[in-house]
């Protein structure tokens, strides 16, 4: 899963070794004995309303409606890049429904194996950002750039951006405490810390912040002892209160860190796009542009906003930087009501059985609002893993029974079920 980057073939588009590997699993799970055929459930009821959107709005929209649109990176034509993209949108949400039937304890286990090879990943990149030599990852497809271009602003291990990275480490920690992997949950801390992602500090602190709320008689003494470590090792540590200050002066408290110069620029433009993203879903409210075409139509809906100079350019093809936005502007409102729903039903199921879970649960649904994409499979991973089924619910989860966070998961066997890219777009 964290392979979103690195080992990515070129086949005319990019081909991931996790969509590679997905479509194999999905081949198997269809051609094999399936167990569990199970009945539908509210989440796979959203899932398969959000595929039948991607259909429509993929027909609605084949031929672009209007001229004037941005030709950069659509390179192989409107249509077949729209075909491409709704490809993509259907293999997320196929890999979702298949993968959601495996046993929670499988899923759980693989999830922790991942966290291991992408520290492996992070600690490559890493070296030769310090060594400043990058053939060795350059040859395995990582990226050996930072985003101003140099070799000492690389942060993003397997992915494309460190907020990617950030988004996956943040859910993969809980999953690993979940498991008892404690290692493993620290090499996931420790990606976190290289991938300076705001998206994963954000999301920790307000699912902790829930379940503090929900659960507080279960969790207030640990937390509170947690907070107290913390504070004593920023008392100790330059570097890392200046990380957590420039961490809260991207989402606007710059006095925390008034030498950080454009702390807000990601955030702000974060904001714009997804003011164009919903301007673009009022003018389409049923179909959307059609899958893919965000970056076409964006130019028609810039109207004077404030954006970087490379946008004004034909050097980048825009991308909604948002998951909700991104549903919105090319799937239509239809869409992001069934997107919605299935976040609320995964919300609402996770927090009555597991508290873990129901943080993991507000994790993923703050951090899509980061995402480049909505179709960036490590989400539909812990969506799964969220939506699977426990084989006894009555059986003790972890942060539930009583010898408190951390008791051993239970065997799941995920029944229910229906239904069923690149970086980001």
């Keep these: 899963m964290p392979f979103q980057y690195a080992l990515t073939l070129s086949v005319g588009f990019p081909l991931k070794i996790s969509e590679i590997l997905g479509v194999l699993g999905i081949a198997t799970y269809l051609l094999g004995r399936r167990r569990n055929a199970g009945k539908g459930d509210l989440a796979g009821m959203a899932v398969f309303l959000l595929a039948m959107a991607t259909v429509f709005s993929a027909l609605v929209n084949v031929t672009p409606a209007s001229g004037g649109l941005r030709s950069v990176g659509y390179e192989r034509g409107y249509e077949t890049d729209l075909l491409l993209y709704s490809g993509y949108a259907l293999l997320a949400l196929s890999y979702w429904s298949v993968l959601r039937r495996v046993d929670r304890s499988k899923m759980v286990q693989a999830i922790v194996a991942s966290i291991w090879l992408c520290g492996v990943a992070v600690l490559m990149q890493w070296a030769s950002a310090l060594t400043g030599s990058t053939e060795l990852i350059g040859m395995l497809g990582f990226r050996t750039l930072g985003v101003d271009d140099t070799v000492e602003t690389l942060r993003s291990g397997p992915f494309l951006e460190g907020q ?128 893919g075409r965000y970056g076409a139509y964006f130019d028609q809906y810039v109207s004077g906003r404030q954006l970087p100079w490379i946008y004004s350019t034909d050097q980048t093809r825009p991308i909604a930087e948002n998951a909700y936005a991104h549903v919105v502007a090319e799937l239509g409102y239809p869409a992001l009501a069934a997107f919605g729903l299935l976040i609320v039903v995964l919300l609402w199921r996770n927090f009555r059985t597991a508290p873990l879970l129901g943080m993991l649960a507000v994790f993923v649904a703050l951090g899509v609002s980061t995402q480049s994409s909505w179709t960036f499979l490590p989400i539909w991973t812990f969506f799964a893993l969220l939506a699977a089924h426990d084989v006894d619910s009555k059986k003790a989860l972890p942060g539930v029974s009583d010898t408190g966070v951390g008791s051993q998961p239970g065997n799941a066997t995920a029944p229910a079920l229906s239904l069923p890219h690149p970086q980001g777009q």
């Design 164 to 291: 990617h990275l950030g988004f996956y480490a943040g859910a993969a920690i809980l999953v690993a405490i979940y498991n008892r992997s404690y290692l493993a949950a620290l090499v996931a801390a420790l990606s976190i810390l290289y991938s300076q992602s705001t998206t994963a500090y954000a999301g920790l602190a307000v699912g902790i912040a829930m379940i503090v709320i929900l659960k507080f008689s279960r969790v207030v003494v640990p937390l509170v002892a947690a907070a107290l470590l913390g504070v004593l090792v920023l008392l100790f540590s330059d570097s890392l209160r200046t990380i957590l200050g420039r961490q809260l002066a991207k989402i606007g408290f710059t006095e925390f860190a008034p030498d950080y110069q454009y702390a807000t620029t990601s955030l702000n433009l974060r904001g714009v796009k997804s003011q164009i993203s919903f301007d673009m879903g009022s003018d389409n409210p049923i179909f959307g542009v059609g899958p």
